[in-house]
């Protein structure tokens, strides 16, 4: 890739900001990934547009999401197709974004209505951190200006993280201030129409890993 100003015709599958586009003048010496703690503010002050990832992840961010929307017309297409392999039901339509054929209505409430992936392209952060994405095929109830949570979607989501990393890391003699959860409200998201949350747990052994993901990886 080259200046970001090569970009600005056939825009990324997000809004490239004034920080993205300082981000990608940067060397990856010259970035500070986001610590544990820098992301628990970023999380509880819901400055989710202060995220970035590495200048050079970025740049091959963009480049994939170019080549990829020739391919599939959509980002979402690929996701449907390559990594969910979820077959939208010939009723759905673009405006409202895929539909899917479900098992129940309620968001998490059957495992076969979501799968647990690791985030092809995750944020520039510390070691020892890994960003997983929830991707479901039932929505979420949401305040439809920005796309906000509504607090029984939020309680919804709440629940799953106990139940399925909190509790699962409790077994292993702690927990402790290793998750952390987030969903971008709607101008924020790359990937729109398939509702996902994003995950981010710190010193999970790869055999947790696996189990969460049963075994599925991270583009290459």
Not at 72 to 99: A, F, H, K, V
Request: hydrophobic share 35%.
């Amino acid at each position: 890739m080259g200046s970001p100003e090569e970009l600005d015709d056939d825009p990324p599958a997000f809004d490239l900001t004034d920080k993205d586009r300082d981000n990608l003048a940067r060397k990856d010496e010259d970035f500070e990934p986001h610590t544990w703690t820098d992301l628990k503010h970023i999380i509880a002050n819901n400055d989710l547009e202060s995220l970035r990832r590495w200048p050079s992840d970025l740049k091959r961010y963009l480049k994939w999401t170019k080549q990829t929307r020739q391919a599939y017309g959509t980002i979402t297409n690929y996701i449907c197709q390559e990594r969910l392999q979820w077959q939208p039901l010939p009723t759905s339509n673009l405006d409202d974004g895929p539909s899917f054929c479900i098992e129940n209505p309620i968001p998490f409430a059957d495992s076969r209505d979501h799968k647990v992936m690791y985030n092809d392209w995750p944020y520039g952060m510390t070691a020892g951190i890994t960003h997983i994405v929830v991707w479901l095929k039932t929505r979420f109830d949401v305040e439809p200006a920005v796309g906000e949570l509504l607090p029984q979607s939020r309680q919804l989501i709440e629940d799953f993280v106990q139940h399925t990393f909190i509790d699962r890391l409790e077994k292993l003699g702690g927990a402790g201030d290793r998750v952390m959860w987030f969903r971008n409200w709607t101008g924020l998201q790359s990937v729109r129409g398939i509702d996902h949350i994003h995950v981010l747990v710190r010193d999970v052994p790869r055999e947790i890993m696996d189990e969460w993901t049963r075994g599925r990886t991270a583009l290459p």
